[in-house]
């Protein structure tokens, strides 16, 4: 124990002395000079003392991110964000008139080494005073929520220049990219300026009086100016907090309560701080998903999930521990930002388990969503989360999609959703991971000690664990070198036990390369856990062997924070053949391992044929992917009054690393109608390669294989044509590339096709600019060719000039036959894409251009153009022009033809409106596909 103690102390000393001989002093003084036509400028004297650096001297100047064709900008827009890149000039910020001076007021020359980084030629061999005067042009708070609005607030944060931090004598590279991942060195801090008159401040600095504080060994400062008293101080028994955005007065009491709670909470395990705590909405947005404000319900106003003391707590709940671990622990918050945001999550999950333990998610939902006594959500095992179980599903979520990645990816590295997911979520739950194995009692002693060091130094992974090593005296190499370092999947199976001689025999397989414990429950009859116990192996196959002691079933790791990979192989049920019963639901639902999960879901559906179409859907896929997923479809036609419908499985891989992120495998069958009382029966076999690409990158790529044979019921009277398409069988080879950027928008695809009948190559390319706000100009190319055409004597297979023939079935056609009609009028952008009604076809091949222009809201201008050829007959050019209105863009749009190769169609024969167009898209499957677009990425 002695040497342990030495141990200790001597680790403790080597962490506190390791750390900068004396820290940065940085004076700022500004004052406000702001119009409201020109925006908001301050004038700006810094006065900085520095510790001495190899050559020069660098400063970071992040004000100038606010810039089109800037690093954040670019950032913005990957995340479908355009206001920077559109924004008016005075909204921008900057650094202008820049100068810098040393202690003799001698001017000292500079460079910019890019925008965001200045470079001062002084001398850097002793600890140097250097004085910067400038204006600062801050930016509008509406591209981060940093800078000033049209109510004359100012928030101000990253926006003064900032000394460099410097890595084995090199400068740290550093853009801002609003993603709270930027790395300071300690520095003390005073803050001086005039205040305008009739506002208050507000900052996390304390105050020495009206217009000058100070910061004491902090990375980062904030300050916001207002006109009015619009944030609420709240001084708590050991802190001060303001809280930076609107609260009721009437609230304010219950408010102080739950901070003094919190707090409290805090306070167990880091020393109390001395200056203010300020939490913001920004950061609430920053950190995530909440759950717990209103829900606005269209028609009859806001829906309150939570009671009004619940609500307050646990919105003031995230942004509390995050602004206090921020403030307490010094990290590189780009590469080891997992601590820091770990470790609040972590203590969130142990303040909600004290007191919140069994607050679910859906709040008041589940007793309000009534008819009498009938309750409907407590059909769904969705509604009985607790809200402290949130963080486990989110991360499970990405796990189950593959898009997890180590939690040492830095910050900015991270996918959109992951900077949430992974450094937040996944890390907080990893320790409560150590926690359970090492005891909580343990780990509040661990953490208790540790986080009460004062540590004068960036903190290192290699700190925590040699700590956490040596206070726990095991090896945890497994945690920091699996959990933090890799993104290895939990991934354990129990694949048999056996009774012998009074022992359960029971094989172990891990299937992942996790060289980390698991823990093995077993339970009896009356499902009573009576036994538990942790194992470690790195063996692929363990065999244990455990006393027969009335356990009839075990499960693994099935009460642990972090989520398997398949749940589904951790449970094993010695008394029931099939070991996982059936259950049966509706909708869908968060998977039960335990069982073989199997859900019901009523449909509704309608073409010319079938008329409507009512059915139910029998599937086990759940809110999240899963390995195996199948549904069978079967339908009521009302307008054949036979039975129609669809099934398939699919099988799914996804590969831990590589370049493929999913590889699925289906089959399939399908009995539909194509004309009035006229079925077709198709199966096809398939396979998808969906690529993975580098996260924060908005390129995807896949590739397609796929079979399909389709049998089609003939006619009375059949002619040789309808008797030679009866039977035909295709093989599909495509790729898919498509980039959502929200100014330069790409897709593309290419495809081979043949059969016996015919083969042919043909692909497309879709290109849209968005040039202002609300404007884009969309370009498509198609491009088709016959290699092979051994049925000339039908247009079956032909490329389409303005209708697609769909022989594959698969697209949503109402009236896939129909030569007119209502239904004939649907337009599906296929192949060639025109809008007016040629009624034409092509044997040989068929190339068009599709032009879309706005014009004002809704209402766009289209142009099509192309040349395509049949077979024994000269090729002819074509086109058409015409009017469009997207009532929802790529959903729900009308297009009404004004000139073409026809003439002027609205004064053409016949009647105006069968030509105009409306393109109806219910495909579940792409409105998912277009809600998700820059989330994960």
């Not at 320790?431 to 780990?443: A, D, N, T, V, W």
Request: glycine residues 6%; proline residues 4%.
């Amino acid at each position: 124990m002695l040497k342990f103690h030495l141990f200790i102390s001597g680790l403790l000393s080597f962490l506190s002395i390791s750390s900068f001989a004396q820290i940065d002093e940085v004076k700022i003084h500004f004052a406000v000079d702001s119009t409201q036509n020109e925006g908001t400028t301050l004038k700006v004297k810094q006065n900085f003392t520095l510790e001495p650096q190899a050559k020069a001297f660098h400063f970071y100047a992040w004000a100038n991110a606010y810039w089109p064709n800037s690093v954040l900008s670019e950032i913005k827009l990957m995340s479908r964000d355009d206001k920077l890149n559109f924004s008016k000039v005075k909204d921008r910020g900057g650094i202008k008139n820049l100068r810098f001076f040393d202690d003799k007021n001698q001017e000292i020359p500079f460079q910019y080494v890019n925008s965001e980084l200045v470079k001062v030629s002084a001398k850097a061999d002793t600890r140097t005073n250097i004085t910067a005067i400038y204006d600062l042009k801050v930016p509008r708070d509406i591209f981060t929520g940093y800078g000033w609005n049209s109510n004359g607030n100012i928030y101000l944060k990253y926006l003064f220049l900032q000394p460099a931090v410097y890595e084995n004598g090199q400068v740290l590279e550093q853009f801002f990219k609003d993603f709270e991942s930027l790395t300071a060195n300690q520095t003390n801090y005073t803050l001086s300026f005039i205040k305008p008159k009739g506002t208050k401040v507000f900052t996390n600095l304390r105050k020495i009086d009206d217009e000058t504080y100070l910061g004491n060994e902090r990375a980062f400062f904030e300050v916001a100016i207002h006109p009015e008293e619009q944030f609420k101080v709240i001084k708590t028994k050991s802190s001060e907090i303001i809280i930076g955005f609107p609260i009721d007065s009437a609230d304010l009491p219950q408010v102080t309560q739950h901070l003094e709670r919190q707090i409290s909470f805090l306070n167990q395990f880091f020393e109390p701080l001395k200056e203010p705590v300020f939490i913001t909405r920004r950061l609430a947005e920053k950190i995530g998903y909440n759950y717990v404000d209103d829900v606005k319900i269209p028609l009859l106003g806001k829906y309150k999930i939570f009671d009004d003391d619940t609500q307050i707590a646990l919105q003031i709940l995230p942004v509390l521990f995050s602004a206090y671990t921020e403030r307490s622990i010094h990290v590189n918050n780009r590469t080891n930002h997992w601590i820091k945001n770990g470790l609040s999550t972590y203590l969130q999950i142990r303040f909600l388990e004290k007191y919140y333990p069994h607050l679910p998610i859906a709040g008041n939902l589940l007793r309000d969503i009534h008819l009498f006594q009938f309750y409907p959500l407590d059909f769904f095992k969705a509604s009985k989360i607790e809200f402290k179980d949130r963080f486990y599903f989110f991360y499970k979520n990405s796990l189950q999609e593959n898009y997890d990645q180590p939690l040492t990816t830095p910050y900015d590295l991270l996918g959109n959703e992951n900077q949430r997911v992974v450094s937040y979520y996944k890390s907080g739950l990893a320790f409560k991971y150590l926690e359970e194995y090492i005891g909580k009692e343990k780990m509040d002693e661990l953490l208790k000690a540790f986080l009460n060091i004062r540590f004068n130094k960036l903190l290192e992974p290699q700190d925590i664990q040699s700590f956490f090593e040596a206070y726990t005296h095991r090896d945890l190499s497994w945690f920091f070198e699996d959990l933090i370092h890799t993104n290895k999947k939990i991934d354990f199976a129990i694949s048999n036990v056996k009774r012998e001689g009074g022992k359960l025999k029971l094989h172990v397989d891990n299937n992942s390369e996790y060289s980390g414990p698991f823990r093995l429950n077993g339970y009896n009859q009356n499902d009573e856990k009576i036994y538990t116990e942790w194992f470690r192996s790195p063996q692929k196959y363990l065999s244990l062997s455990i006393a027969d002691s009335g356990i009839t079933k075990f499960s693994l790791n099935d009460d642990l924070p972090l989520p398997e990979y398949n749940y589904a192989q951790n449970f094993y049920d010695t008394k029931h053949l099939l070991n996982r019963k059936i259950k049966w639901g509706i909708l869908t639902d968060i998977k039960t391992p335990q069982y073989q999960q199997i859900f019901v879901t009523p449909s509704v559906n309608f073409d010319n044929y079938d008329k409507f179409k009512l059915g139910f859907n029998f599937s086990n896929e759940t809110l999240m992917s899963q390995a195996f997923e199948f549904d069978v479809h079967p339908e009521y036609s009302f307008g054949t009054t036979k039975l129609t419908g669809r099934t398939q499985a699919t099988y799914n891989i996804f590969p831990n690393g590589g370049t493929v992120r999913k590889w699925s495998f289906w089959g399939g069958l399908q009995y539909n109608h194509f004309d009035k009382n006229l079925a077709y029966f198709k199966y096809n076999l398939g396979s998808l390669l969906l690529f993975r690409s580098p996260f924060r990158s908005l390129n995807r790529h896949r590739l397609i294989l796929n079979f399909n044979d389709i049998r089609r019921n003939l006619p009375q009277n059949p002619t040789p044509i309808q008797r030679e398409l009866k039977h035909y069988s295709l093989l599909n080879i495509g790729y898919d590339y498509w980039n959502f950027h929200i100014i330069h928008e790409r897709r593309a695809n290419f495809f081979v096709q043949g059969s016996n009948k015919f083969q042919k190559l043909f692909g497309e390319f879709y290109y849209r600019y968005r040039f202002s706000k609300n404007r884009r100009l969309g370009v498509r190319l198609f491009a088709g060719i016959f290699l092979n055409h051994n049925l000339k004597e039908t247009t079956f297979y032909d490329f389409g000039l303005d209708h697609v023939s769909d022989y594959l079935y698969r697209f949503n056609l109402l009236g896939r036959s129909d030569t007119d009609g209502i239904f004939h009028q649907q337009f599906v952008l296929a192949e060639g894409g025109f809008k007016s009604n040629f009624n034409v076809t092509a044997n040989q091949y068929l190339s068009a251009l599709n032009f879309e222009y706005p014009i004002w809201r809704w209402f766009e201008a289209y142009a099509d153009a192309g040349v395509y050829k049949n077979r024994q007959e000269p090729s002819s050019f074509v086109y058409n022009t015409g009017l469009s209105i997207k009532i929802i863009p790529d959903f729900l749009e009308l297009y009404f033809p004004v000139q073409s190769s026809l003439g002027f169609e609205p004064i053409l024969p016949g009647n105006y409106f069968k030509r105009i167009r409306f393109k109806l898209n219910l495909d579940w499957g792409k409105i998912k596909e277009y809600r998700r677009r820059g989330r994960y990425e």
